[in-house]
């Protein structure tokens, strides 16, 4: 019985939080005026994401933010792999300093050094540059990433090296044929909890970026409402493109996820 209302329950809340984004879907198929006569209602057609796409500049803003997004979601989780598999398998001296300068980067707020970063970029050519802003999110996203990456490489049994070393396999080999299939979760874990906050981020395109035809989408939301403050089926649609990303993402990846999360309690 108890377990039947905390079911209940659960679905109760799940359909009280979605809600508001059943509502913004269905609105973004309907023009304004049915929206504010009959708030909820069928859809009527695809005229508004049309209108984003096209009108808003909404596909320039969706390119930029996956340009930015993919390249530094890869770069984070190369670098961050070739860091965490020498300090999560190998015996070194000084890897317990690397290990705390990786985690101290966590223990900083990023915003803090945005003025050195601004001149450093400009410097460098890189400021109103998409590359610049895929350097800044790969660089941010490496303390987190080594830290959850280097405690799954220490989890795995030391035996498996021994294994692939009979067999005649060098570090390289080990880690690409070996390591690299086990600690996928954990890959797969920290390429989300990464792409979230970058796809959402404000703060670095707005200080970094100058021209239009660069932004990402957080800051081109901006000019998009402003644009169409008054046309509410637009506005939909474009909340709707912008969230579609991270609902896929998340589906997909949800068992990856939850195996990573989970690892460390199985073993």
Do not use: C
């Not at 987190?144 to 570090?171: I, K, S, Y």
């Not at 957080?218 to 509410?232: A, E, I, R, S």
């Amino acid at each position: 019985m108890r377990a039947s209302i905390v079911k209940v329950a659960l679905w109760a809340y799940a359909v009280f939080s979605m809600a508001p984004l059943i509502v913004m879907l269905l609105s973004s198929f309907r023009p304004t005026s049915e929206i504010f006569d009959r708030p909820i209602g069928p859809p009527t057609g695809f005229g508004n994401y049309v209108k984003a796409w096209t009108e808003a500049s909404f596909s320039t803003y969706v390119v930029n933010s996956a340009v930015v997004v993919v390249g530094a979601v890869l770069l984070g989780a190369v670098v961050s792999l070739l860091a965490a598999y020498p300090l999560g398998r190998r015996q070194f001296r000084g890897r317990g300093v690397f290990a705390a300068y990786f985690v101290s980067g966590m223990t900083l707020p990023a915003h803090l050094g945005v003025l050195p970063l601004f001149y450093l970029l400009e410097g460098m050519g890189l400021v109103d540059s998409l590359t610049g802003l895929v350097l800044v999110y790969a660089a941010g996203s490496v303390p987190f990433n080594v830290f959850v990456l280097t405690a799954f490489f220490r989890q795995l049994p030391h035996e498996l090296d021994e294994a692939a070393a009979l067999d005649g396999a060098g570090p390289f080999a080990t880690f690409w044929h070996v390591m690299l299939p086990l600690v996928r979760p954990a890959l797969a874990t920290v390429v989300v909890f990464q792409f979230v906050p970058i796809w959402n981020d404000f703060f670095y395109p707005l200080v970094l970026m100058r021209d239009e035809a660069k932004l990402t989408l957080p800051v081109g939301l901006t000019h998009f409402f402003g644009q169409f403050q008054n046309d509410w089926g637009t506005l939909f649609a474009g909340l709707v493109m912008t969230t579609i990303p991270l609902v896929v993402l998340f589906v997909l990846a949800t068992r990856q996820i939850v195996a990573g999360l989970t690892a460390g309690m199985n073993r």
